[in-house]
T-cell receptor, first 115, second 114 residues
């Protein structure tokens, strides 16, 4: 079974640019989650998508946005990049959870570096 | 709001020694609890999870964890550490009823000496 796949592995941008990160969930999973792992800040929840809808959002500004496609893959877009956006962005997927025993499975992440 | 505390930032153990990584959580009800491991340059791998029932849960790679409600703890243990266990370990909590929005601890970096 293929795991969660993320692309690209590394992404280098400059301040003010826009970045697009992609995630393909495990087959059969309908929920996709995004987390930011920044140096010194730990793992922070960003966004949760399920069935094409944004279900929950962490404490991040609106320039962090995303979407989920009909095939359940997802994009994370970060506009007007700032130096502090440099981080490892992790995507996770799970079956739709409603009290079920369905943990999140993570990809290897996209390392975003802002110059 | 839920929160997770991992009081040990860095732990060093000798290969073959036992290991215990501490995790304390703050949540109003019985939470869903998880331990993940992250090797350098990689994502998170789920070691084990607790949802309900038996408070001692077994995971992969010989790890186990015990849920203690009275102490709000979910400590990770391994009786004999291998050099390949060197990594960063994260405890996480999620709201009961949904495993969305995991809240992670700050992580414990495990170093194994030969």
């Amino acid at each position: 079974e293929a795991g969660v796949t993320q692309s690209p592995t590394h992404l280098i941008k400059t301040r003010g640019q826009q970045a697009t990160l992609r995630c393909s969930p495990i087959s059969g999973h309908t929920s996709v989650y995004w987390y930011q792992q920044a140096l010194g800040l730990g793992l922070q929840f960003l966004l949760w998508y399920d069935e094409g809808e944004e279900r929950n959002r962490g404490n991040f500004p609106p320039r962090f946005s995303g979407r989920q496609f009909p095939n359940y893959s997802s994009e994370l877009n970060v506009n007007a990049l700032e130096l502090e956006d440099s981080a490892l962005y992790l995507c996770a997927s799970s079956f739709r959870t409603a009290g079920a025993d369905q943990p999140q499975h993570f990809g290897d992440g996209t390392r975003l570096s802002i110059l | 709001a839920q929160s997770v505390t991992q009081p040990d930032i860095h732990i060093t153990v000798s290969e073959g020694a036992s290991l215990e990584l501490r995790c304390n959580y703050s949540y109003g009800a019985t939470p869903y609890l998880f331990w993940y491991v992250q090797s350098p340059g990689q994502g998170l791998q789920l070691l084990l999870k607790y949802f309900s029932g038996d408070t001692l849960v077994q995971g992969i790679k010989g790890f186990e964890a015990e849920f203690k409600r009275s102490q709000s703890s979910f400590n990770l243990r391994k009786p004999s550490v291998h050099w390949s266990d060197a990594a960063e370990y994260f405890c996480a909590v999620a709201q009961t009823g949904t495993a969305s929005k995991l809240t992670f601890g700050t992580g414990t970096r495990l170093q194994v000496t030969l």
